[in-house]
């Protein structure tokens, strides 16, 4: 049986019924509350001041160590001695404290707490901008500074000003070449690079309704480059696939925004008109149609980061390189965003196929994207 979710109160978007539940009473945007956590987490980049704010709080250790992940996936492998004592720092916490931990090769912490841990409801926390990743299942996941994260993790419970929500409705059919990716360059470019500072991105439509939720999961990544504070997919028949292939069907819960919700802004974006969208330097929200940058030269090209480095993303590079050759003076990085994702992408060929166009695979992680 579907579980519903629980909040006080009528005519909420998906924010206000998260954070009105984690709260034990109803509260609407413009609010501040306090709110019970369901994970946080924190990486190799940020984890060492975490663990250390916790000490100067004389804390010893996370409310719940169960429900506090730490992951190495920055620096991968360690490249310098300092790097490497911080890593191992987080080792020792977390076999000290019984945190969750993954190590360096397992992939970017946003792409595991999609396959492992993120579920319709959650609230969770982490020290990362791109926490706002895990929106793609309907959780109210977002990123803090490592102290405000260490107080989460301390009291298992943090506070938020409830945002006010912008509703982007997408429509039609992509054409082919044109994927998720693209709509959230082209909402970046309509909205600024501070255009939805705050605010909640809540995408609906028949679009968004057939995205695969690596595509949904590609949405909600980029909302923080325009100030969201959250991106929200509504619950459906594709996220209760996706938790039924990972293993957490009995946490599938069907959350959207009511009927008579109260929306900041509504934005309507017609799919069927879009083409390949570009960032072009220096501004995330410097985007432009690929048509209009015809003819750059590229030196090096990067499939990877937690944006697009999914399966999916390895199999459209592949179909278009197979029996084909890289520019010679271009160079092609491939980073698989998880090491399942790198042993599927091995097992069905996927990697033969870019090595022989003449990429370069490196182990799961960040990789370039962290410098």
């Known amino acids: 049986m579907v579980k519903k979710l629980g909040f006080i109160g009528l005519g909420k978007t998906i924010s206000?019924?998260?954070?009105?539940?984690?709260?034990?009473?109803?509260?609407?945007?413009?609010?501040?509350?306090?709110?019970?956590?369901?994970?946080?987490?924190?990486?190799?980049?940020?984890?060492?001041?975490l663990i250390k704010q916790l000490k100067e709080l004389g804390v010893s250790k996370p409310h719940n160590p169960k429900r506090t992940i730490?992951?190495?996936?920055?620096?991968?492998?360690?490249?310098?001695?300092?790097?490497?004592?911080?890593?191992?720092?987080l080792r020792r916490f977390a076999a000290e404290t019984g945190c969750r931990f993954h190590?360096?090769?397992s992939g970017i912490c946003h792409q595991l707490i999609a396959e492992y841990y993120a579920s319709p409801g959650q609230i969770i926390v982490g020290t990362d901008s791109h926490t706002v990743t895990a929106g793609a299942l309907a959780a109210f996941a977002t990123g803090m500074g490592a102290t405000d994260v260490a107080?989460?993790?301390?009291?298992?419970?943090?506070?938020f000003r409830v945002p006010e929500t912008f509703r982007v409705e997408v429509n039609g059919?992509?054409?082919?070449?044109?994927?998720?990716?693209?709509?959230?360059?082209?909402?970046?470019?309509?909205?600024?690079?501070?255009?939805?500072?705050?605010?909640?991105?809540?995408?609906?439509?028949?679009?968004?309704?057939?995205?695969s939720m690596s595509e949904r999961l590609v949405l909600c990544n980029m909302v923080v480059e325009a100030g969201a504070k959250v991106g929200l997919v509504p619950s459906d028949n594709v996220t209760k696939r996706y938790l039924a292939e990972r293993g957490r069907i009995e946490e599938f819960r069907e959350i959207r925004s009511d009927d008579d919700a109260s929306y900041e802004r509504v934005i309507k974006i017609d799919a069927t008109a879009l083409e390949p969208q570009i960032a072009c330097p220096h501004s995330v929200d410097n985007v432009k149609p690929v048509s209009e940058?015809?003819?750059v030269k590229v030196d090096i090209v990067f499939i990877g980061s937690c944006t697009n480095a999914r399966l999916e993303d390895l199999h459209i590079a592949a179909s278009i390189l197979k029996g084909k050759q890289i520019h010679p003076e271009t160079r092609l990085i491939v980073t698989p965003a998880s090491k399942e994702i790198y042993v599927k992408a091995m097992a069905d060929g996927t990697l033969r196929t870019l090595i022989e166009a003449g990429a370069v695979i490196t182990p799961p992680g960040c990789g370039l994207c962290f410098g």
């Open 103 to 105: 190590e360096a090769g």
């Open 16 to 49: 206000e019924k998260i954070l009105s539940e984690h709260a034990a009473r109803s509260v609407s945007a413009g609010e501040v509350t306090v709110v019970k956590v369901d994970y946080v987490f924190t990486h190799d980049a940020s984890g060492p001041l």
């Open 70 to 89: 730490i992951f190495i996936d920055h620096v991968v492998p360690s490249p310098r001695k300092e790097i490497s004592n911080e890593q191992s720092t």
């Open 293 to 295: 940058v015809k003819g």
């Open 151 to 159: 107080v989460a993790a301390a009291l298992g419970k943090t506070w």
């Open 173 to 211: 059919s992509l054409q082919k070449g044109v994927y998720a990716k693209d709509i959230i360059l082209y909402l970046i470019g309509l909205l600024g690079a501070d255009g939805a500072n705050y605010k909640a991105l809540e995408f609906v439509g028949e679009t968004i309704d057939s995205l």
